[in-house]
């Protein structure tokens, strides 16, 4: 357990041996974290994932009999962090749960909540513990329906579920003993993979929490935010505001290299432009979608290329296609291209892929017959050229 401030612990579990977490990869594990305080009234702020509540009990049991939980919030119903809740309300025997009324239909999907002592909490509810208070700000979306945050104003710590929150493991529990780098770039592989299909609902919600009085963020996930608050902040205010770097990405793959050689050469052309601009080649099924989806975030090009094989793109190409259209990242500039023996394929149906993504796409598909003639391969490097410099105007 780890004070954040005195009778205000974390309780929760860390996973060091997920490796998935409903396809997010996850390297180097997770955190479910879980709040527990402790005033003249005893609350705890979230559960933990249903095979770790014992973990949870354990730690609780430490500081604090189960009887005397008499609140339990519940910020967000996803079951990484409510699976824990049906042995938590058997065992909590005076504990209330207290969620937003979307969350309760939804807990009742997912559990028998007949028995449940449940009261719903909205934007204005305070629920008084002593000398603290639970307030709720609801943050629809952000990434689920009924997702909520929970304020409390005298130590001016905010409770914020999945947001801000990364997947990542670590033995410390502060943002400020672990690198700094390493904290963000996990922060933005938690963004892109989770919540960047609602940019607009997370500019409202940071809208809604600019107002407060933060000193402390306290995700369900990763480190807590206290020595680096305005860098989290900043970031989500780039992620969620479609700032770019100068980059093009160059996603492809191959079968007999007919692919790649025109991928080196987009690459190749596009990095003659200037020093300044960052074009790397990523071979798809040499990578993950997680971090192809942490890389998309921040780029205002991207070129996609596909050997064709039976008519199709290559198969990883269409889980890349599939994942990408579901995370809605905004528009980007966008090329097609690829290989094929014979007939139509990768290249066609990447580019109708890029028009239903309503991106704006610069020139024709290119397709190498078997292999890419030196022309068409001066010709990618033309086009790589002309993807960096549209990047760089964004
Ligand atoms: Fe960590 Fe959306 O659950």
Not at 34 to 41: A, E, G, V
Not at 213 to 223: E, L, N, P, Q, R
Not at 238 to 248: H, I, R
Not at 260 to 280: H, K, P, Q, W
Request: proline share 5%; hydrophobic share 40%; aromatic share 10%.
């Amino acid at each position: 357990m780890t004070a954040l401030k005195e009778n205000i612990d974390w309780v929760g579990y860390v996973d060091w041996n997920i490796r998935d977490f409903h396809s997010y990869d996850t390297p180097r594990g997770a955190t479910y974290n879980s709040y527990l305080i402790r005033d003249r009234k005893t609350a705890l702020i979230d559960a933990v994932k249903a095979p770790f509540v014992d973990r949870l009990i354990r730690n609780i049991k430490e500081l604090s009999e189960l009887s005397k939980i008499e609140y339990i919030v519940c910020n967000h119903a996803e079951p990484d962090h409510s699976g824990g809740l049906p042995e938590m309300m058997k065992a909590c025997t005076n504990a209330t749960l207290l969620c937003n009324g979307k969350c309760r239909e939804a807990l009742s999907e997912y559990y028998e909540t007949a028995a449940w002592k449940i009261e719903v909490v909205n934007p204005g509810t305070k629920i008084e513990l002593g000398t603290r208070s639970l307030n709720f700000i609801d943050t629809p979306m952000v990434h689920w329906p009924e997702s909520m945050f929970t304020y409390i104003p005298e130590d001016a710590i905010l409770f914020s579920m999945d947001a801000f929150g990364q997947h990542l493991g670590t033995s410390v529990r502060f943002d400020d003993e672990w690198p700094l780098d390493d904290i963000l770039l996990e922060a933005k592989s938690y963004y892109a993979n989770i919540v960047n299909p609602y940019g607009r609902q997370v500019q409202k919600t940071l809208e809604a929490a600019a107002g407060l009085d933060i000193k402390m963020i306290a995700s369900s996930h990763g480190v807590i935010w206290r020595s680096h608050i305005p860098e989290i902040i900043a970031a989500y205010k780039d992620w969620a505001g479609g700032k770019y770097v100068p980059k093009l990405l160059v996603f492809y793959d191959t079968m007999w290299d007919s692919t790649l050689r025109m991928t080196e050469a987009i690459v190749r052309g596009a990095n003659s432009v200037s020093d300044a601009f960052d074009a790397r080649s990523i071979h798809v099924r040499k990578t993950t979608l997680t971090r192809i989806a942490a890389e998309m975030i921040d780029a205002p090009a991207v070129a996609f290329g596909s050997a064709t094989l039976n008519t199709q793109v290559m198969p990883q190409m269409a889980a890349v296609m599939t994942y990408i259209k579901g995370l809605k990242f905004r528009p980007k500039t966008s090329f097609a291209f690829g290989s094929s023996g014979w007939g139509i394929g990768g290249p066609e149906l990447i580019r109708k892929w890029l028009e239903e993504l309503k991106w704006n796409v610069i020139e024709e598909p290119l397709k190498a017959r078997n292999r890419p003639t030196p022309e068409m391969l001066t010709r990618c490097a033309e086009i790589g050229a002309k993807l960096a410099q549209v990047a760089m105007e964004v």
